[in-house]
């Protein structure tokens, strides 16, 4: 279960909140009757319908980077986020991206080379020079070597690198803050603790 309380449909007084729950979950109660057409609890909602306004803040994020108007090509986009979610040890973010891109037509064989990107002859240059990028984002929070920004630059153009920045950066938050409050697939028991004998080990 999440870290924070999760707020029942009765509760929902909130447009905000209640526009969000009838789009995400029709009539039901999310609390009670969990479950989202992308296979997650929903719990990402019910606990940022603690707060409406940053519940409206974070759709409109969601709003922005699927708008029309962006010229940041869709794959890159969500190749970029992705690999941000796995990067940040996000199993929430890089599971709804990887489903994201097979929606935009992107064959397995890319999506399960992600992980290993660097290694793999899948990705053309653009998407190396934008996984590159998104790993100096994530992993490097932002320290971005010249020659790697001045390539980028050059295959994307200014307002596409804007958009590939922000866009980005915007899924390190979501990645961190489902970590942080145990959200969605990201409700796991912390992996490193200390180990007993070798052979009491499993598997």
Request: proline share 6%; with cysteine.
């Amino acid at each position: 279960m999440p870290r924070l309380r999760q707020v029942p449909r009765a509760e929902a007084a909130s447009p905000v909140v209640a526009g969000a729950y009838q789009f995400v979950f029709g009539d039901r109660d999310p609390v009670t009757e969990p479950g989202t057409d992308t296979g997650t609890r929903g719990d990402w909602w019910t606990v940022f319908a603690l707060v409406p306004d940053v519940l409206e803040h974070a759709v409109a994020g969601f709003a922005l980077y699927g708008n029309p108007r962006r010229v940041l090509p869709a794959v890159l986009r969500e190749l970029a986020q992705a690999r941000a979610g796995w990067a940040a040890g996000s199993r929430f973010v890089f599971s709804q991206h990887c489903k994201s891109l097979r929606a935009l037509g992107v064959g397995d064989e890319v999506i399960d080379a992600l992980p290993a990107w660097a290694a793999a002859s899948v990705f053309g240059d653009r998407e190396r020079l934008v996984l590159a990028y998104t790993d100096c984002l994530v992993l490097d929070r932002g320290r971005v070597p010249d020659g790697l920004f001045d390539a980028l630059r050059a295959e994307l153009g200014d307002e596409q690198v804007l958009e590939l920045t922000y866009i980005t950066s915007l899924y390190l938050q979501h990645a961190v803050i489902a970590r942080a409050l145990r959200l969605e697939l990201d409700d796991r028991p912390e992996p490193v603790t200390e180990a007993g004998s070798w052979d009491e080990e499993p598997g």
